[in-house]
C-alpha cells in the first residue's frame, strides 16, 4: 500500500535524441501533466541549444519546471535537484495534475524519485577541502586510490577524474565512518518519495540512434550553438558542472584553440555517441517499460502506436 505522502508520477527517459520532449509533451496533454525537466544541464539558464531544451513553442504547450532555474555559474549537484524537483511535483500533484519527469540524467532520476538527497546532510566541508587541495597538489588519481582502499565498489563506480563524487564518497566514510556502497545500501530500503511508472524510449537499431544523434548535433550548429557557446565561455567562474556540459566543453577547447571548429564538431557527436550508450546502460538496469521507435529516418514525433501502447500500463498504474 502506498504511503500518504507518496507521488503517483510518470518519467519519459532514454538516451540523447530519442525524442522524450515530444513523447512527455504529448502524454502531458493527454492525461494532463505538467513536465519536470530531469536534464543536469537543462537547469542552466542561458545553455539551450547544446542542452536540447525544449523550445518556446513547446513550453507553451504544457507547464515545464526545472528548466532555466539557474546561472551557470553555480554548481548544482542531484541533491539541489532532487529537492527542487520534488517539491514541483507536490505542487503538481496538489493542482490535480500529473507530473511528468522527461530527460536523460538518470542519476537525478533515482534522487527524486527515492528521496536519498535527504541523506545529503552528512558533511565536513573542512575535510571536504583537505581533498580537492590534495588533488590539486598529487592529482585526482591520489584521492580516487585513497578511495579505492576504503570502499572498492564505490570506486569501480565512479569515473576516476569525476572528483566530486569521488570526494563525496571519502566524506560520507569520513563522517559516518560507513562506505558509501553501504550508505546506498541503507537509504535504498527506505520507502521511495515517489510512486514513479516509468518509460524508456528506444531505437531497436542502435545505429539509428548513432544517426540521428550525428544530424542533431548538426542542427544544433546551424542553429547557433557556436554563438551560444562563445557566450558561455565568456562568463566569469562558470561552474565546473556546467563547464563539462557536451556540447560547451568542446567548442570551449576550441575557444582556447586546442582544436578546429571542425574536429570540435566531431568530438562533440563522439561525446554524445558515448554518452548515449552510458544512458542505455543505466537506464536498462533500472525498471522500466521498453517503448521502441522503428523509423530508419529518425524521426522524433512520437507515433499514436506509442501512445496507445503507453495508455495500457499509464491506465491500470493510475487506477490503482
Known amino acids: 500500500m502506498l504511503k500518504t505522502e507518496q507521488i503517483k508520477a510518470l518519467a519519459v527517459v532514454g538516451p540523447t535524441a530519442v525524442g522524450k ?30 542542452t536540447a531544451k525544449a523550445t518556446k513553442e513547446e513550453q507553451a504547450q504544457v507547464p515545464h519546471h526545472m528548466i532555466d532555474i539557474c546561472s551557470p555559474q553555480r554548481a548544482y549537484s542531484a541533491a539541489d535537484y532532487a529537492k527542487e524537483a520534488y517539491q ?22 533515482e534522487a527524486v524519485r527515492t528521496g536519498r538527497h535527504e541523506n545529503e546532510a552528512v558533511t565536513d566541508e573542512a575535510y571536504r577541502a583537505t581533498l580537492s587541495a590534495l588533488a590539486d597538489e598529487k592529482g585526482a588519481e591520489y584521492v580516487y586510490e585513497m578511495l579505492t582502499r576504503v570502499d572498492r565498489e564505490a570506486a569501480e563506480a565512479t569515473h576516476p577524474n569525476n572528483l566530486k563524487r569521488v570526494i563525496r564518497a571519502l566524506e560520507i566514510y569520513h563522517t559516518t565512518g560507513k562506505t558509501k556502497t553501504e550508505w546506498d545500501r541503507e537509504t535504498a530500503k527506505k520507502p521511495p518519495k515517489i510512486d514513479l511508472l516509468t518509460f524508456c524510449l528506444l531505437w531497436r537499431d542502435r545505429d539509428c540512434l ?46 582556447r584553440g586546442e582544436m578546429s571548429k571542425e574536429e570540435a564538431i566531431e568530438a562533440i557527436k563522439q561525446a554524445s555517441r558515448h554518452y548515449a550508450k552510458r544512458q542505455l546502460t543505466w537506464f536498462l538496469a533500472k525498471p522500466h517499460i ?30 490503482t
Open 210 to 255: 548513432y544517426r540521428r544523434i550525428d544530424k542533431r548535433v548538426d542542427e544544433m550548429v546551424n542553429e547557433g550553438l557556436w554563438e551560444e557557446a562563445l557566450r558561455i565561455y565568456q562568463i566569469k567562474d562558470i561552474a565546473l558542472t556546467a563547464a563539462q556540459a557536451i556540447g560547451y566543453k568542446e567548442m570551449f577547447a576550441c575557444f
Open 290 to 319: 521498453p517503448l521502441y521507435r522503428d523509423s530508419e529516418e529518425g524521426e522524433i514525433v512520437p507515433s499514436e502506436a506509442l501512445e496507445e501502447e503507453a495508455a495500457l500500463s499509464i491506465s491500470a498504474f493510475l487506477d
Open 21 to 50: 520532449t515530444a513523447f512527455a509533451i504529448a502524454l502531458a496533454k493527454r492525461y494532463g501533466g505538467e513536465i519536470i525537466s530531469c536534464d543536469s544541464m537543462q537547469i542552466y539558464r542561458g545553455m539551450d541549444i547544446g
Open 88 to 109: 514541483a511535483a507536490m505542487d503538481i500533484a496538489a493542482r490535480g495534475k500529473i507530473p511528468i519527469l522527461c530527460g536523460g540524467t538518470g542519476l537525478y532520476l
